[in-house]
């Protein structure tokens, strides 16, 4: 596609409940990004994948926190066990070295 | 390790005066600069890209500079309008692809 789509654009869960968010970036992009931002906040940087390098995952705030990306392609981030806390909007930004960054809408996930 | 400051974090101008953000970083070993636009609750919006060989680049109303040796960006907005009101963020690229954000500027356009 044309831009980075992330689904779904918004979602409500029940404390506890296991969640997974998608990120389809622009085709050929070799970087992927996942941040997350909380209301009123900066971003906060969770996982960075390089071609087929071992992803950084030095910002994930927790075992809980998991992302893969399949095939160079794809890339879903998984939460399990939620807590309130984990409410925030969650950003996927996806670039081919050199030319620039480019970020999806998010997914604005609540924990109630 | 490189690091991203934004002065000022927050501005109030009226419409029409001429913007200006300023993005200053510490190691001049960048591979691009990017300017992105946040609107509240919104996703990012890229604004200019510029490589670490330009020196400008421009696109309407926005300007962007670089100046590696003094490790500074400025972003430039003419004429300002209410619908400017936004955060504007800068991110520094590596070689490797990775990305440093700053903390942003807040800006408030009045009619």
């Known amino acids: 596609g044309a831009g980075v789509s992330q689904s779904p654009s918004n979602k409500v869960t029940e404390k506890g409940k296991d969640v997974e968010l998608r990120c389809d970036p622009i085709?050929?992009?070799?970087?992927l990004y996942w941040y997350r931002q909380s209301l009123g906040q900066g971003l906060e940087f969770l996982i960075y994948?390089?071609?087929?390098?071992?992803?950084?995952k030095s910002g994930l705030p927790s075992d809980r926190f998991s992302a893969e990306r399949t095939g160079g392609s794809v890339s879903t981030l998984t939460i399990q066990r939620t807590q309130q806390e984990d409410s925030a909007v969650y950003l996927c930004?996806?670039?081919?070295?050199?030319?620039?960054?480019?970020f999806g809408s998010g997914t604005r996930l609540t924990v109630v | 390790k490189q690091e991203v400051t934004q002065i000022p974090a927050a501005l109030s101008v009226p419409e029409g005066e001429n913007l200006v953000l300023n993005c200053s970083f510490t190691?001049?070993?960048?591979?691009?600069l990017q300017w992105f636009r946040q609107d509240p609750g919104k996703g990012l919006t890229s604004l200019l890209l510029?490589?670490?060989?330009?020196r400008e680049q421009t696109s309407g109303r926005l300007n962007a500079s670089l100046d590696k040796s003094s490790g500074r960006s400025t972003l430039y907005i003419a004429a300002s309008q209410p619908g400017d009101s936004a955060t504007y963020l800068c991110?520094?690229?590596?070689?490797?692809?990775?990305?440093?954000f700053g903390a942003g500027t807040q800006v408030v356009v009045t009619p």
């Open positions: 085709s050929g992009h070799t970087a």
């Open positions: 994948f390089q071609g087929n390098s071992a992803p950084d």
């Open positions: 510029i490589q670490s060989s330009q």
């Open positions: 190691d001049s070993a960048i591979y691009n």
């Open positions: 991110a520094l690229t590596d070689s490797w692809g990775k990305l440093q």
């Open positions: 930004a996806s670039s081919l070295v050199g030319s620039g960054y480019t």
